[in-house]
């Protein structure tokens, strides 16, 4: 049994007073229903991850960031390290966004270092993959996804690949309201899969978390985490309301 995951990625959105009201919201929704066998993450802003962790302790959700340095330490001005954030106690951080690709020219080879970085400190990377629409117009998208995969994850020892989280996330669902088909997202999660069990063995790909993001909403959250290689997903604009994401969370 695989463990199911609902993570959110808040990306550059709230203010302090916002981000507090949002999940003092989350945990009096988490306290209202009954327990849930789903994990909980929250991504916030790094400059809101000390409160989100205050907040977190007396409740169901675990807190994450949103990108970490390739680096240990040093002089990288603006940076914030694997370390500083283990010492903030964040348990997980999201890496190789589409968005950090794009926008600040993020490589497969630099996530590879930023996952060392992460499982050196005891945090889950959430490491994002997919193609964008002409990769996909193209019938690319296997061979882009494979690529970015094993240049950025399979230069890890069995062990560590056990406490990695992959999110399928195709950059032309993402903030879009173009969600790929529940169809779409199991043909490249088990696609996935299967190349991670091509080179890791049967038992590290079937306990692997493979999140879908994309547009995902309480409207199509059900039919894509029914999916059999679904594992739950990254959310980001339904997560920033607090019962939008509550009500992806109950969707599983
Ligand atoms: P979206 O973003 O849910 O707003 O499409 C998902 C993501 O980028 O993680």
Same mark, same amino acid.
């Given at each position: 049994?695989?463990?199911?995951?609902?993570?959110?990625?808040?990306?550059?959105?709230?203010?302090?007073?916002?981000?507090?009201?949002?999940?003092?919201?989350?945990?009096?929704?988490?306290?209202?229903?009954?327990?849930?066998?789903?994990?909980?993450?929250?991504?916030?802003?790094?400059?809101?991850?000390?409160?989100?962790?205050?907040?977190?302790?007396?409740?169901?959700?675990?807190?994450?960031?949103?990108?970490?340095?390739?680096?240990?330490?040093?002089?990288?001005?603006?940076?914030?390290?694997?370390?500083?954030?283990?010492?903030?106690?964040?348990?997980?951080?999201?890496?190789?966004?589409?968005e950090r690709?794009k926008y600040h020219h +993020?490589?497969? =080879?630099?996530?590879?270092?930023? !996952? &060392?970085?992460?499982? #050196? %400190?005891? $945090?889950?990377?959430?490491?994002?993959?997919?193609?964008?629409?002409?990769?996909?117009?193209?019938?690319?998208?296997?061979?882009?996804?494979?690529?970015?995969?094993?240049?950025?994850?399979?230069?890890?020892?069995?062990?560590?690949?056990?406490?990695?989280?992959?999110?399928?996330?195709?950059?032309?669902?993402?903030?879009?309201?173009?969600?790929?088909?529940?169809?779409?997202?199991? +043909?490249?999660? =088990?696609?996935?899969?299967?190349? !991670? &069990?091509?080179?890791? #063995? %049967?038992? $590290?790909?079937?306990?692997?978390?493979?999140?879908?993001?994309?547009?995902?909403?309480?409207?199509?959250?059900?039919?894509?985490?029914?999916?059999?290689?679904?594992?739950?997903?990254?959310?980001?604009?339904?997560?920033?309301?607090?019962?939008?994401?509550?009500?992806?969370?109950?969707?599983?």
């Amino acid at each position: 049994m695989r463990q199911k995951i609902v993570a959110g990625n808040w990306k550059m959105n709230k203010s302090f007073s916002e981000a507090e009201e949002t999940l003092d919201e989350l945990v009096n929704l988490l306290d209202e229903q009954e327990k849930t066998d789903v994990n909980i993450i929250v991504c916030t802003p790094a400059i809101y991850l000390e409160m989100a962790v205050d907040i977190a302790e007396s409740s169901a959700f675990a807190v994450g960031a949103q990108d970490v340095s390739a680096y240990e330490k040093g002089a990288y001005t603006g940076e914030i390290s694997a370390t500083m954030l283990n010492s903030m106690q964040v348990e997980y951080c999201i890496i190789g966004h589409s968005e950090r690709r794009k926008y600040h020219h +993020e490589s497969n =080879a630099e996530v590879a270092q930023k !996952v &060392e970085q992460l499982l #050196g %400190k005891t $945090i889950t990377p959430i490491v994002c993959c997919g193609e964008v629409l002409a990769e996909r117009e193209a019938n690319r998208q296997f061979e882009v996804v494979k690529q970015q995969l094993s240049e950025s994850l399979f230069q890890l020892q069995p062990l560590d690949f056990t406490n990695i989280i992959i999110a399928y996330e195709p950059v032309w669902a993402i903030g879009t309201g173009k969600t790929a088909t529940p169809e779409q997202a199991q +043909e490249m999660h =088990a696609f996935i899969r299967g190349i !991670v &069990e091509d080179k890791y #063995g %049967k038992e $590290i790909a079937k306990k692997l978390p493979i999140l879908y993001g994309g547009s995902c909403t309480p409207q199509n959250a059900a039919t894509l985490f029914a999916q059999p290689d679904v594992d739950g997903g990254l959310i980001g604009g339904a997560s920033l309301v607090a019962q939008d994401f509550m009500k992806i969370i109950n969707a599983f």
